[in-house]
């Protein structure tokens, strides 16, 4: 049985109807990761109870019970979500041999909604990273050339969907790290409105730009697994009560009157000129569609790196300051406290990890505070009354997800700024706490190429329509690598 391109939609409706059990399910996707997980290492662990847990949601299913939502549908986790008794590292050697004492909020829900969770993903080392090859476990490579890289941080998770592992996986997203490595994979990704998921049981690296959201092959499936995760906790309080929430059958695909903002700071110098042709080329079909395309400006997105690569390592270098080695994970003894303590956390973290947290404590010292970390909140505010504005005139805001397709394995790891620059196009959203969808639009090289909607506070909806209109008029999703 071929699971490589089932969507969940489709692998539900078969398991319903007794088609095709859990356990035949898991069973393939399983035999697939027993075949290419070595090539690829998109998982850093693979559940041993997958099986077991597959049988009984059919004896379950078999007798008329309620399996929930996603019974039986296998699922990926990013390394940097705690499951209870799994091991948790988040990438780096600093947890070597932690172990989750509790489910994030996400766990829970997906596990009553009768999921089964088949491991860990790999990620870039405390998801600081846009490419998985900072991972304490290797890189993990693009399913699409195995000399390319995945995007990161949630490159396992992503390349885990695109490689027919699993349907569906889970990733963290601050700056674009679920939708730049689905636009590299050719996979859909959501990072949802700050706010509408839970981040209980995430290990945050900043907080207030931190998301968890779902990598799927279909935005309908996108929209399943959001409707199970999201919504009000009272374990975290940036959480929010929703007043309404999108269901996935009701997604319409009439894009007649839309009207949708096509930015022109996203389109300069610096873009493939492939990718750009890519989107152009999606951007029509969207007004043969139906839709109206309206020049827009935001005209502080130039300022948005900057501002994130100082507001987005100050609050790292704060959450990481708990790895200490001496409560959990790795430890490297030295003749004293502040030996010890520079010992294990010059063993423990990788470069990329060292970097953020010196340059974020370094905006954060007095003499700079107000020089750096506070000026890069005030255009932050700038950057967010922006697409605010511009909101107010289109529906959506459509632009590439990534300036160009995947690169080379090492082909930047040593050059952080033009690495940071592969997320010129996705970080404007977290700043301004707005959600994002990224959707398959085409190839260049023979290696995907991603268009991005961005659109209003909790309007997930739109996005989706928007996104399942498209694939309902393309093929780009359906595509897999041999």
């Not at 398991?15 to 990761?33: A, C, F, P, Q, W």
């Not at 490689?163 to 700056?175: E, I, K, N, W």
């Not at 505010?381 to 459509?398: G, M, Q, Y």
């Amino acid at each position: 049985m071929d699971v490589s391109t089932m969507t969940i939609k489709e692998a539900l409706e078969k398991m319903n109807s007794g088609d095709l059990t859990s356990e035949e399910l898991v069973k393939s996707y399983l035999d697939r990761i027993e075949a290419g997980n070595e090539h690829v290492n998109a998982f850093v662990f693979v559940a041993e109870d997958v099986l077991e847990q597959a049988r009984e949601i059919d004896k379950r299913r078999a007798v008329g019970e309620d399996v929930g939502v996603l019974g039986g549908i296998p699922i990926a986790v990013k390394d940097n979500m705690l499951v209870e008794g799994w091991g948790s590292a988040s990438g780096s050697q600093i947890l070597e041999g932690h172990k989750g004492a509790y489910n994030a909020t996400v766990i829970d829900r997906l596990k009553n909604a009768g999921a089964i969770l088949m491991g860990r993903a790999n990620m870039d080392e405390f998801a600081m990273g846009s490419s998985t090859e900072s991972s304490h476990f290797g890189a993990t490579t693009n399913p699409w050339d195995k000399t390319k890289v995945p995007g990161g941080s949630s490159g396992g998770s992503a390349a885990a969907v695109a490689a027919g592992f699993v349907p569906v996986a889970l990733g963290s997203d601050t700056g674009g790290s679920i939708r730049q490595p689905a636009s590299l994979c050719g996979v859909v990704g959501l990072k949802p409105t700050y706010g509408r998921v839970s981040r209980y049981g995430l290990m945050a690296m900043a907080s207030s730009l931190d998301q968890i959201g779902p990598i799927t092959r279909s935005v309908e499936d996108a929209a399943i697994v959001l409707e199970v995760i999201e919504g009000k906790d009272p374990h975290d309080g940036t959480s929010v009560e929703l007043s309404n929430t999108t269901v996935p059958a009701l997604i319409d695909k009439d894009l007649t009157g839309m009207k949708l903002g096509l930015p022109k700071e996203y389109f300069v110098d610096g873009m493939d000129e492939g990718v750009k042709a890519a989107v152009m080329e999606a951007v029509e079909e969207l007004k043969r569609a139906g839709a109206e395309i309206i020049d827009i400006s935001l005209p502080h997105a130039q300022y948005a790196l900057a501002a994130y690569y100082i507001i987005m390592p100050a609050e790292a270098s704060s959450n990481l300051g708990r790895f200490d080695g001496l409560r959990y994970g790795y430890h490297s003894n030295g003749e004293n406290l502040q030996e010890s303590y520079a010992r294990t956390r010059g063993e423990g973290f990788g470069p990329e990890v060292k970097r953020r947290i010196m340059l974020g404590s370094y905006t954060l010292s007095a003499g700079y505070y107000d020089a750096y970390y506070r000026k890069a909140l005030k255009v932050r505010s700038l950057i967010k009354k922006d697409f605010d504005e511009a909101l107010k005139e289109v529906d959506a805001i459509v632009t590439p997800t990534s300036p160009s397709v995947a690169w080379g394995i090492g082909e930047k790891f040593n050059d952080p700024l033009t690495m940071y620059l592969s997320d010129i196009y996705t970080i404007s959203a977290n700043l301004a706490t707005i959600p994002a969808l990224s959707v398959p639009c085409g190839f260049v090289k023979n290696l995907p190429v991603g268009l991005q909607f961005m659109g209003r506070p909790f309007d997930e909806y739109t996005l989706f329509k928007l996104g399942a209109a498209y694939q309902e008029r393309t093929d780009w999703h359906t595509k897999t690598p041999s």
